[in-house]
């Protein structure tokens, strides 16, 4: 019955074809799984203010022709209510995503939109396996690289730049690899669009080139992607608002970036110190590792990552940026693929290339628990009464609304974070049931709503820890 399947399916499909359908399989399949995660944990309030609303408020902004203002963003952190998020991170890419707003607009539209993006990586990373190992090696290594961990964690935190960053570095690394410069030099430019970081990603590239002895397209690109990372953090940030030491995390090697480079020339012993300090960085570094069974480290593919790895790790504030959890990982994520693919090719004969793509997918399945998708729970009990309380806001509102209730109002309200400083806004909606960020505790969050009692607001909802304050007059 098998081998009659199997030659009806022949017949039917040529072998190109055959292997075009896997491929549109697998990321059909990964892009409706992280939409759905996504969508999901939207339903349930697990999503955030932070980042979900904040990228919802500026992506509106682009679908009126305008910057991409967050309120949210720019009343946290002290860069007042008109601050375009291009002063914070250089994401012009972002507006390309405008034009689905028109078609719904609302946080839905980021959520899928981005499992759809991180789902695209698909296609150009099993063409550059494929290239190296064979087509049933670049299968299972598409499969691996969409149960990957660090795709996992970008997917269900929220909504972030990141959505682009795979399927563009996938590209460069593909269209390069395939003769294509043209077309790898345009991925790369959308690339620096992303993120003011990923020049560092370009960097690596063009270190890679120069460890493989091209001498003028390597020089070229580290130049380049540096260059892209100078420019973006230090002219284009601040001309919207920004600082560009906003987000400067080297205090531990110097104050800026001269006296952090000299620091690293003369004390290298105290750069190897801080890629261990804390161990979480050794862990994050390990498991990246694990996650291609460390075949990447057969590849010279593997310096395309180095670069933005070091900037990481080299932090000593912004614990996030070492940690496993979040987005952070999913930038570099494709390129080990890639390198780990590169490494078999080098390494292991023929016949031993789709086992290790079979253990990559190994490696991803019994990681599944262990991470983003493990961490996933239904809706609490409260989740009707957070419900509720955004229902009690009228369309229109100015609103604080604690974190995981911003996105449930986004669409319809002007979201501001309830914040640990009084914004005064005519509608709250708080939360005294858990920890919300960016409060330290709960009794801090309680003794909010009864500052705000006794300025003058009236509770119009209360349950389960929500609680929802009106004031008319200012």
């Known amino acids: 019955m098998r081998s009659t399947i199997r030659s009806a399916t022949t017949r039917l499909l040529p072998r190109g074809d055959r292997a075009a359908l896997t491929v549109g399989v697998i990321t059909a399949s990964a892009a409706v799984l992280y939409s759905a995660v996504s969508l999901i944990r939207l339903r349930t309030f697990h999503l955030g203010t932070y980042d979900l609303v904040i990228f919802d408020q500026a992506v509106r902004s682009y679908s009126r022709f305008g910057l991409p203002v967050s309120i949210a963003k720019g009343v946290h952190n002290g860069f007042g209510w008109e601050f375009p998020v291009l002063g914070d991170h250089w994401s012009p890419i972002l507006a390309l995503l405008a034009p689905f707003y028109w078609l719904h607009d609302g946080p839905e539209t980021l959520l899928v939109l981005q499992g759809a993006l991180m789902a695209a990586a698909v296609p150009p990373l099993w063409l550059f396996v494929r290239r190296r190992l064979g087509t049933a090696a670049a299968h299972l290594t598409a499969v691996a690289y969409a149960l990957s961990w660090p795709v996992a964690e970008a997917v269900v935190f929220d909504f972030h730049e990141v959505a682009f960053a795979p399927v563009l570095t996938a590209w460069m ?152 959890e979040y987005h952070y990982n999913a930038f570099l994520a494709v390129v080990l693929f890639c390198a780990a693919a590169d490494g078999i090719r080098r390494t292991a004969p023929a016949r031993l290339r789709v086992p290790a793509a079979t253990a990559l997918v190994a490696v991803a399945v019994a990681a599944l628990p262990f991470f983003a998708y493990g961490r996933i729970t239904p809706a609490g009990h409260r989740a009707p009464a957070a419900t509720e309380a955004a229902a009690a806001v009228p369309d229109g509102a100015l609103v604080e609304a604690a974190n995981y209730v911003g996105p449930a109002l986004t669409s319809r309200t002007r979201v501001l974070l309830w914040d640990r400083e009084p914004r005064w806004a005519p509608w709250v909606v708080a939360d005294t049931g858990r920890k919300t960020f960016p409060f330290t505790t709960r009794d801090e969050q309680v003794a909010r709503v009864g500052l705000l009692k006794r300025n003058g607001y009236r509770v119009v909802f209360e349950r389960d820890g929500y609680v929802v304050l009106n004031r008319d007059r200012p």
Request: charged share 10%; hydrophobic share 55%.
């Open 173 to 324: 690394i593909e269209r390069h690899d395939a003769g294509r410069t043209g077309q790898a030099v345009l991925a790369g430019a959308l690339l620096l669009c992303v993120k003011e970081d990923m020049g560092l990603v370009v960097a690596g590239y063009g270190i890679f080139l120069l460890a493989t002895r091209r001498w003028k397209a390597g020089p070229a690109l580290v130049a380049a992607g540096l260059g892209a990372v100078i420019v973006t953090s230090r002219v284009l940030i601040p001309a919207f608002g920004g600082r560009e030491d906003y987000y400067w995390a080297y205090g531990a090697l110097g104050a800026d970036l001269p006296s952090a480079a000299g620091h690293l020339l003369s004390s290298p012993l105290d750069a190897l110190a801080l890629l261990g300090t804390p161990p979480e960085k050794l862990t994050t570094m390990l498991l990246l590792g694990a996650m291609v069974l460390f075949l990447c480290l057969l590849s010279p593919m593997v310096l395309i990552a180095v670069p933005l790895l070091a900037a990481r790790m080299l932090a000593s504030s912004f614990p996030n940026w070492w940690g496993t």
